[in-house]
């Protein structure tokens, strides 16, 4: 781990990137309230003086904010148009407000796509989002899905930041378990597999998708899912035949961030997996309730394997790369 000479005054360096925080606008509070006690997990609780207190007791310069959940039913279209439109101005408002605090993933009304097009095409272009948000999957239906390609030819236009947040998957959840615990890091793990498997991230190299949670089971199990590479139906209209190895690169394409996940056996796998600057800083707050991330932000801080200069880069440098209006942001107090 990276530390200061003993005996000298540590510097003062840059606070964290936290590209996984979430917001919870005060009219969606309710939903959000019930939609956790729905599933057995602390109800978070959120504003924007809270947060930023948050992040001073953590060390996080600025946090880029996401709502990541479900806008409307499946069918409810023009309801989910509007719910984007409301998140997505409500955030630019933050984010104009305190540019060094705050950055915007911007929610997109998936599976409508042509609403997902336009919402998209407002936020990057008249909000300045530092990128978008969706769910790994859309009422069931998985990212690969060839209805979503004039999505990731545009986002691929234009260079996009992608927050790829898990939801639950399709089916009962595991019993006795909350989804976001076992579920979700599953339901990530099956959208980057969907992805991969319809050459997504091969055609689309522009774009950068981010998988929370360290990618789910990705980086554990990578050289597994890539035997899909030898199997009759390993290749796609979209996907021509790859190697396993090929499949194992394109499924380096994904950036992760360290959400729930510095913990002794995650980060080894997902540092062994992982290209060096594609790791970022993620703590998930307010739906990880503080007290509970701290404990990975120390285990993040004290891994003994770090070399040198790479906490750095986790903690803030491959963000800055990622997204260069942050490297402008407040610098923090505690020695990273």
Same mark, same amino acid.
């Given at each position: ?9 540590? +510097? ?29 997990? +602390? ?31 499946p ?9 984007a ?59 690969g899905?060839?209805a ?71 980086? #554990? ?5 890539? =035997?899909?590479?030898r ?17 194992v ?5 994904? #950036? ?10 995650? =980060? ?12 970022? #800083? ?15 932000d ?29 490297s ?9």
């Open positions: 781990m990276e530390r200061a000479n003993p005996g000298h005054a540590s +510097p003062v360096r840059p606070g964290r990137i936290d590209v996984h925080q979430h917001l919870i606008p005060p009219d969606l509070a309710r939903a959000v309230t019930g939609r956790a006690a729905a599933v057995g997990w +602390p109800a978070p609780a959120w504003d924007e003086r809270s947060a930023i207190a948050m992040m001073d007791r953590r060390s996080i310069a600025t946090g880029v904010l996401s709502y990541a959940a479900p806008l409307a039913g069918d409810d279209l023009a309801a989910a148009r509007e719910v439109r409301g998140v997505n101005e409500y955030t630019a408002e933050l984010v104009k407000n305190r540019p060094d605090r705050f950055g915007h993933f911007a929610a997109l009304p998936l599976p409508d796509v042509d609403g997902a097009l336009a919402e998209a095409a407002h936020a990057l272009d008249e909000l300045h989002t530092d990128g978008v948000v969706v769910l790994s999957n859309v009422h069931g239906r998985y990212l899905d060839p979503f390609e004039p999505l990731w030819a545009e986002l691929d236009a234009r260079a996009a930041v992608v927050l790829v947040h898990p939801t639950a998957p399709p089916g009962a959840p595991v019993p006795e378990v909350p989804p976001p615990l076992a579920d979700f890091p599953s339901d990530t793990t099956r959208a980057a597999l969907h992805l991969t498997m319809r050459g997504v991230p091969r055609r689309y190299p522009r774009m950068r998708m981010i998988l929370p949670h360290a990618g789910g089971f990705l980086p #554990y199990a990578a050289h597994r899912f890539a =035997l899909a590479a199997l009759p139906n390993g290749e796609t209209p979209d996907a021509p035949r790859r190697t396993p190895e090929d499949f690169a394109d499924l380096r394409r994904f #950036y992760f961030d360290t959400a729930i996940s510095a913990a002794p056996a995650t =980060l080894p796998s997902l540092l062994a997996f992982a290209a060096p600057e594609r790791v970022l #800083y993620g703590s998930d707050f307010p739906m990880l309730p503080e007290d509970w991330g701290t404990g990975f120390t285990a993040l801080d004290e891994y003994p394997h770090w070399e040198p200069g790479r906490l750095h880069a986790v903690n803030r440098g491959n963000a800055e790369l990622l997204m260069p209006r942050l402008t942001a407040a610098a923090g107090t505690r020695d990273l």
